[in-house]
């Protein structure tokens, strides 16, 4: 099992510029997770998915975009980036809400905004 | 709100023992604990969902109290692999369909020969 798979792993992008940052799990699972990591501050929730067609915002949405139209891929947007853009970007899986279960990560994105 | 933990680094001698806190100002569900190496992934370690309950691995046990809305991981007789960040992540008592996992800061953990 892949689990999950993250792309690309590293990026730099021009102040302004956009792009898609790619996320895909191959276990079926219905909660997923973009979480950013800055360093010394842990892990962030940008946004989370409990299913296809249902997405809703976590601590940091702001500059950012999602949409979840199958259960395998949530891909995360990023509009007219900016420096405070620049971090780790992890995404994750679970099989239920994380209550009662791990989550599962990525190997992450390094985005570097210039 | 951020879950706080202590210390935010230790240094530990092969074989040593250390004790990294979690604490919350909000009632628990349950607490999870990760563990991240440099340039990687976190690593999901265990969760604890009950009240005083402890579980754990080989040489890597946590406890939580519910009531004190706290958490400890205990790494006894420490490995040079045991390097590394620690994470708890917490999630509030909002049930088990929360997708609310809020992260501390981590603990950094350094094992020497």
């Known amino acids: 099992n892949a689990g999950v798979t993250q792309t690309p792993k590293f990026r730099i992008l021009k102040i302004g510029q956009s792009m898609t940052l790619q996320c895909a799990q191959d276990?079926?699972?219905?909660?997923m997770y973009w979480y950013r990591q800055d360093p010394g501050m842990g892990l962030k929730l940008i946004y989370y998915?409990?299913?296809?067609?249902?997405?809703d915002k976590g601590e940091v949405p702001n500059g950012y975009n999602v949409s979840r139209s199958t259960t395998e891929d949530f891909p995360l947007r990023l509009e007219l980036a900016a420096p405070s853009q620049t971090s780790v970007y992890f995404c994750a899986s679970s099989a239920q809400g994380v209550g009662n279960t791990e989550a599962f990560f990525g190997q992450g994105t390094r985005l570097t905004v210039v | 709100q951020q879950p706080v933990q202590s210390p935010q680094a230790v240094i530990l001698r092969e074989g040593e023992d250390a004790v990294i806190n979690c604490s919350s100002s909000?009632?628990?569900?349950?607490v999870h604990w990760y563990r991240q190496k440099h340039g990687e992934a976190p690593v999901f370690l265990m969760i604890?969902?009950?009240?005083?309950e402890q579980k754990g691995h080989e040489k890597i046990s946590a406890s939580f109290n519910e009531k004190k809305q706290q958490s400890s991981l205990y790494l006894t007789a420490s490995q040079l692999s045991y390097s590394g960040t620690y994470f708890c992540g917490t999630v509030p008592f909002s049930g088990a369909g929360s997708y609310q996992l809020t992260f501390g800061k981590g603990t950094k953990l350094s094992v020497i020969p």
């Open positions: 998915s409990v299913g296809a067609g249902i997405t």
């Open positions: 909000k009632a628990l569900y349950s």
């Open positions: 276990m079926n699972h219905n909660y």
């Open positions: 604890l969902l009950k009240g005083g």
